[in-house]
């Protein structure tokens, strides 16, 4: 489940694409349908299924059963914090198809705004009309989950749509790890630097393409947190193939299939996915490198 800039991440340099869907879902707090305490049980429940989430039936579970906790208690940002990341996987892991990915991360980038929503002087800032980018300003270290995992599924919805919609969303999603960075610099496992190592690859050369800037924070990244092997495979299919590094390529992927994806058992789910995509790319190495 890597993620990064992934507005650019190959996408053709041409304008003349459909704008595509807008962006569905508002910063909103729903109101409480039931009593909180009937959130408990069904938290049981749902963190049992999230756990085995590797299968896609367990996980679909999972979310059902945090929707109805979040309805019980809508204030609860751990519980939408983990809808949001829930079905940003869903996407990322589950869903073949690219229309069904578009749909699923759709629906993660939905709950985000409803995540980022909780906190009172952020969503007053975007009532009055101030943009994300600027209202991010007053998240809190409570927010950081909301805001890492509704930047990745919106940067994943805009690169699957096109350049136009891409490009639109760019500025949001850069805040957003902004400030996960100014908060958390080591939030899930080294994602800011995970984040800005995957950039500086993938941006134009016009546009401030930095190779040098990007192995860099790939490398802090993977010195920050060695056995998450979403960044290895980030570094693999960004910064060695810009750089046309096929040793580096080599390493990176032999690395991700070499390793024991439960040696973190709270994200074996996670580096289990990561291996199928490392096993993808090296398949394509000979079309990677020429």
């Not at 930047?151 to 999603?173: E, F, N, R, S, Y």
Request: net charge neutral; charged share 25%.
């Amino acid at each position: 489940m890597a993620t990064s800039t992934w507005w650019l991440m190959a996408l053709p340099l041409t304008l003349g694409l459909a704008c595509g869907p807008k962006q569905s879902g508002t910063y909103a707090v729903g109101a409480a349908s039931a009593p909180a305490n009937v959130a408990d049980p069904l938290l049981v429940e749902a963190d049992a299924l999230w756990e085995q989430r590797s299968d896609k039936a367990q996980l679909q579970a999972a979310l059902a059963k945090y929707e109805q906790a979040y309805t019980a208690n809508p204030r609860n940002r751990e519980v939408a914090g983990k809808l949001v990341r829930g079905w940003y996987f869903l996407g990322d892991a589950h869903m073949p198809e690219k229309e069904q990915k578009i749909a699923t991360w759709d629906t993660a980038t939905t709950w985000g705004k409803r995540c980022l929503a909780i906190n009172d002087a952020f969503k007053a800032k975007i009532d009055a009309g101030e943009k994300e980018a600027d209202a991010v300003k007053v998240a809190t270290l409570e927010d950081v989950p909301c805001l890492y995992w509704t930047a990745t599924a919106l940067g994943k919805w805009a690169k699957a749509i096109g350049i136009a919609k891409a490009l639109k969303h760019k500025d949001t999603a850069v805040a957003y790890i902004t400030r996960v960075g100014e908060l958390q610099p080591t939030y899930f496992y080294g994602a800011p630097d995970r984040y800005w190592g995957a950039y500086y690859s993938v941006l134009p050369s016009f546009a401030g393409q930095d190779l040098a800037k990007s192995k860099t924070h790939f490398d802090l990244s993977i010195a920050a947190a060695p056995d998450y092997l979403g960044t290895r495979v980030l570094m693999a299919e960004n910064w060695a193939v810009k750089s046309q590094d096929r040793a580096t390529f080599d390493a990176q992927i032999k690395a991700v299939l070499d390793a024991d994806p439960n040696v973190i058992p709270e994200i074996a789910p996670e580096n289990r996915a990561e291996q199928d995509k490392a096993r993808r790319l090296q398949a394509e190495a000979s079309e990677l490198f020429r």
